[in-house]
């Protein structure tokens, strides 16, 4: 089978075994696309995967062949995340789902970059669903990364009424606020790109230039003394200084990116401000469910989003993705 493999600074496509069930429990699955995910980014420039690694698991596959108590059975289109938390755990118990170890130790093998794709009965049963007729394969791809943002608005324990800006409005960016507001809050965007303002308008989020602060001033005196939560979905130098300037007093800041250096954030603004500034990263499965619904009941549209490319091209959609030439890459692997 093909695999797009990370090979030295390039992904180069590679003829790899074909993968069987060889006795175990899941299902093999024929991948139809699989969405380029940002941290995949971040895991191949950063050079956090080695060699061969094969990268990601926004996948959209058919089934091919199954040993599985659940009712899932061949032919069946599914989408699946790649973790899923043990549930016992101190940190599952706490809720921090996505730092457990078994969460971490789980994926789908060898990658979403592949023909073909192993599937643990631990997905079957748990992150996994049968795609609907009413939604595309690449509209269906943003499964993992909208329950991504549905984590991270939940985290945030926002109450009726309550104001939030996104800063950063890439692909991620857009879902979160079609999220948030899907959630029923009030939601601004900000960004430095003109088509992403654009973008935000078009869906019905009131988005602003991050250099105009002066049209912030307005929303922040228009808007009782500020924003009540910021979401950081980009992690540039001058998004930390919006934030704080928009924040209102008690407000809370949600990091959702990671920056190029280790940048802190100012103590004393936090203790004076009595600011909350908390992270989310990965999905648990009742997030992954929500999201599903968001995204079949068309709550979160993501239609148009997302650039077509072959396995053979990962590396130019990557190439493309840092450049911002596209808004997100949908990789597109068999009918
Ligand atoms: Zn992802
Ligand atoms: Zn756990």
């Avoid at 908390?278 to 549209?301: A, H, R």
Wanted: net charge neutral; charged share 25%.
């Amino acid at each position: 089978m093909k695999t797009a493999q990370v090979e030295r600074n390039k992904i180069v496509t590679k003829e790899a075994d074909n993968i069987k069930l060889d006795g175990r429990k899941g299902a093999i699955v024929k991948v139809l696309g699989c969405g380029l995910c940002g941290s995949d980014i971040v895991k191949f420039r950063e050079k956090i995967v080695k060699d061969g690694a094969v990268l990601g698991h926004e996948i959209v596959a058919k089934i091919v062949s199954i040993d599985s108590e659940t009712s899932f059975k061949i032919g069946d289109k599914i989408v699946t995340s790649h973790h899923i938390p043990c549930g016992e755990c101190n940190y599952c118990k706490h809720g921090n789902v996505s730092m457990c170890e078994h969460f971490k130790k789980t994926n789908i093998f060898p990658g979403g970059f592949s023909e073909y794709v192993y599937v643990s009965e631990e997905h079957l049963k748990n992150v996994a669903y049968i795609v609907p007729e009413n939604i595309t394969d690449e509209e269906i791809s943003f499964y993992e990364p909208l329950g991504c943002c549905v984590r991270a608005i939940k985290r945030c324990n926002l109450i009726e009424g309550d104001k939030v800006l996104v800063i950063g409005l890439g692909t991620i960016g857009l879902i979160m606020s079609e999220g948030i507001k899907a959630f029923g809050y009030k939601v601004y965007g900000c960004d430095l790109l003109k088509e992403r303002i654009e973008w935000a308008n078009k869906l019905g989020i009131e988005s602003y230039n991050s250099l105009n602060l002066n049209d912030f001033d307005k929303i922040i005196q228009e808007k009782s003394g500020g924003i009540d939560a910021v979401f950081m979905t980009s992690g540039a130098d001058k998004a930390l200084d919006v934030a704080l300037k928009v924040v209102r007093k008690g407000g809370k800041i949600l990091v959702f990116s990671s920056t190029p250096q280790n940048t802190g954030y100012p103590n004393n603004e936090i203790y004076y401000k009595e600011l909350t500034v908390m992270g989310s990263y990965s999905p648990s499965p009742k997030d992954l469910k929500d999201s599903f619904e968001l995204l079949t009941t068309g709550k979160v549209n993501v239609k148009g989003l997302s650039t077509h490319y072959s396995l053979e091209n990962v590396q130019q959609a990557i190439d493309d993705t840092i450049s911002n030439k596209i808004m997100k890459a949908y990789i597109k692997i068999s009918e």
